[in-house]
T-cell receptor, first 110, second 112 residues
């Protein structure tokens, strides 16, 4: 299983953008990059995913490096409700194997 | 509508008890998961069922026994557990049209 590396923790000020990095140097061509987040006392929730191109949705944007060895989850305006653990996961196409790494704990300061 | 319903929300059991956790969905998604999560740790994949057949078992001890009797229901049977098995057990389903996992709220298990 390809591995991901994320910083243990990050801080952001409220209403400022947040860039959460993920390194995945052993990614293969059929691996999708998924991001999930887990708010306190809840199950993880899907944020966004992509393969090669940058992706946007109502929650966030995903910027994928040209060589695909890293990606960045972008929260455009952090709110206190965005304080959570963010997980970057590689999922091989055609498989159901979603392995969570240690994630980044995001703290949002008022 | 709640997509994934897990019951019970809390369970306390002794090491000699037999109990079950239940996960129910009515969205027609064909892959369902069990994860185990200890405090301040990431979820650990335990089992995946695809089309009601076990497709992934991440070397889980036999005291955990999964069952998928139909496409709407996923059970996790528990027997002779240890205190270190105390954790939050999360059920998830795979949304085939989007590729995302959707998680339930979990069942918090305490083994005495």
């Amino acid at each position: 299983d390809a591995k991901t590396t994320q910083p243990n923790s990050m801080e952001s000020n409220e209403e400022e953008p947040v860039h959460l990095p993920c390194n995945h140097s052993t990614i293969s061509g059929t691996d999708y990059i998924h991001w999930y987040r887990q708010l306190p006392s809840q199950g993880p929730e899907y944020v966004i995913h992509g393969l090669t191109s940058n992706v946007n949705n109502r929650m966030a944007s995903l910027a994928i490096a040209e060589d695909r060895k890293s990606s960045t989850l972008i929260l455009h305006r952090a709110t206190l409700r965005d304080a959570a653990v963010y997980y970057c996961i590689l999922v091989t196409s055609g498989t159901y194997k979603y392995i969570f790494g240690t994630g980044t704990r995001l703290k949002v300061l008022a | 509508d709640t997509e994934v319903t897990q019951t019970p929300k809390h369970l306390v059991m002794g090491m000699t008890n037999k109990k079950s956790l239940k996960c129910e969905q009515h969205m027609g998604h064909r892959a369902m998961y069990w994860y185990k999560q200890k405090a301040k740790k990431p979820p650990e994949l335990m089992f995946v069922y695809s089309y009601e057949k076990l497709s992934i078992n991440e070397s889980v001890p036999s005291r955990f026994s999964p069952e998928c009797p139909n496409s709407s229901l996923l059970n996790l049977h528990l027997h002779a557990l240890q205190p270190e098995d105390s954790a939050l057990y999360l059920c998830a389903l795979h949304k085939d049209n989007t590729g995302e996992l959707f998680f339930g709220e979990g069942s918090r298990l305490t083994v005495l």
